[in-house]
RNA sequence: UCCGGCGUAGCUCAACCGGUAGAGCGGGUGGCUGUUAACCACUAGGUUGGGGGUUCGAGUCCCUCCGCCGGAGCCA
């Protein structure tokens, strides 16, 4: 007997399969079955009838309920009556395990406090398998995008001394007795450190932020993507970034398309992303918004409302470029002729979803390094092993981070990022 | 942390000016050979988030605590 999966059935038309998985509805005319049947890889009916079943098939068929878990041997069919364009008519019915007890999750509507409490069986829903499935191809298209390029992926740790962003945000863990460590905010600072060793490399992995967002673009534990390059300036920086975001919705397009239809996502406006992206400075950034009504200020950072302004004037993702250096982070290197905006880029998405990607070039010369730790009030000698990167074979170089959830978020278009990630870790919320 | 809203059956919600708790789904039983959130009939299911107060009487008004949702700040 050939055990496939279901989404293999549509090139076995006619052939007697078996198929391992569950129940996610069950609908019955008395003497004819319909199974809605899933198996990780996709969806699909199964029928069986009375008529041409052994009447011990078709009893233990009636006795199966939402979320058991059954082995189905039958015939595929190809069928335009169904959605997926065949099912399979069984002649065995094999349950594996019948639940006790209704399951929680019905086909009417809940409250997202509900459906978070239930996430571990939340997963197995249409919606959330498509978006999961989508975030899946995201890390793949990442993953081939660096290897194609002949990056080095190269594992930052989680445990820090260091601080990459700003204080504050930290969680802060007992370490032994070498007392406080954080929980990292950003590989950036290591990367720096391998770029140096291997040239360019990239990262992917979770992050940590202990602040108390409650948005719907927030996550305390999410994961991030980094790339840092020796000898990158901004402009080559902005290059890659717009080479990769746009590698990524190709790839989606490509090899996820029935996902995202799936999530009725209009298609129409990813097919448009491609480079070169429109790049904005920030002094123009502040222009466009004071025109349409802002009442923001040079030297302001933006806020969520700012960035979905800004956006909405272009149909792909932009670059703001060059803020002011006393709003963004003590290693950014400064524009020559205009010492107080510093050479970095936030990219925002279209469509209100925000900062999906923040980079910029970093200081490589020792000197104004040190000014700057001072200037942020930095333990200098925490920093060491970052100022020894600037006193041997300090070259300029330049990188930035993705996070992954809001590209997520973006693509599948999504509301709320916490559907984004299989559990989200959000303000007062730790389980499942 | 601040601002706003909500908390009634397992779930999603209703209940007029304060007058004594109701529907759909889910569950159970029965029926139905093409259902698509299947349908039809019957049926079980409640200390209205906790505590206190006002009142002849509180799901409804007041105080307080807890929980959740939305937004702001911060940020990817």
Not at 36 to 64: A, C, I, M, Y
Not at 152 to 158: A, M, R
Not at 281 to 305: E, M, P, V
Not at 393 to 416: D, K, N, Q
């Amino acid at each position: 007997m050939n055990w496939l999966y279901v989404e293999e059935l549509r090139n076995h038309i006619g052939e007697e399969v078996e198929l391992r998985g569950w129940v996610w509805n069950m609908r019955s005319s008395g003497k004819i079955h319909f199974i809605q049947f899933r198996d990780g890889t996709g969806f699909v009916q199964v029928v069986v009838e009375s008529s041409s079943n052994k009447p011990e098939v078709f009893e233990r068929s009636s006795k199966l309920r939402i979320e058991s878990s059954v082995i189905i041997k039958g015939k595929v069919m190809e069928d335009k009556r169904s959605p997926y364009g065949v099912e399979v008519h069984a002649y065995d019915v094999i349950p594996v395990q019948i639940p006790d007890e209704p399951y929680p999750i019905s086909k009417k509507d809940h409250g997202i406090d509900f459906l978070m409490s239930y996430r571990h069986l939340w997963l197995r829903s249409r919606r959330q398998f498509h978006i999961l499935k989508v975030r899946d191809a995201i890390l793949t298209a990442i993953r081939q995008f660096y290897k194609d390029r002949n990056f080095t992926l190269i594992d930052t740790p989680i445990f820090t001394g260091a601080i990459g962003e700003t204080a504050g945000n930290l969680f802060e863990l007992d370490y032994f007795d070498y007392g406080k460590v954080y929980l990292t905010q950003t590989g950036q600072l290591y990367l720096e450190a391998a770029c140096l060793a291997f040239g360019k490399v990239y990262n992917l992995g979770p992050t940590f932020r202990a602040e108390k967002s409650k948005t719907r673009r927030h996550l305390i534990e999410f994961w991030m993507h980094e790339a840092e390059v020796a000898y990158y300036e901004h402009e080559d920086n902005l290059k890659l970034q717009e080479e990769l975001v746009s590698y990524i919705v190709k790839y989606v397009l490509q090899n996820a398309k029935d996902h995202l239809l799936a999530l009725n996502r209009d298609i129409s406006k990813l097919e448009k992303v491609e480079p070169p992206f429109e790049r904005i400075t920030y002094d123009d950034a502040i222009k466009l918004l004071q025109k349409s009504g802002s009442h923001i200020q040079w030297g302001d950072d933006f806020g969520g409302d700012e960035e979905t302004m800004i956006a909405s004037n272009f149909e792909k993702p932009v670059f703001v470029t060059h803020y002011p250096r006393k709003v963004k982070a003590f290693y950014m290197q400064p524009e020559p002729k205009r010492p107080e905006v510093v050479r970095c880029a936030d990219l925002l998405a279209p469509e209100g979803y925000g900062e999906i990607i923040g980079g910029s070039q970093r200081i490589h010369d020792y000197q104004l390094l040190l000014e700057r730790l001072e200037e942020f009030n930095l333990p200098k000698e925490k920093y060491e092993w970052y100022l020894d990167l600037r006193r041997w074979g300090s070259v300029p170089h330049s990188g930035f981070g993705l996070g992954i959830e809001r590209t997520v978020a973006w693509i599948c278009g999504l509301e709320h990022i916490r559907e984004a990630i299989p559990f989200a870790r959000t303000l007062y919320r730790i389980y499942p």
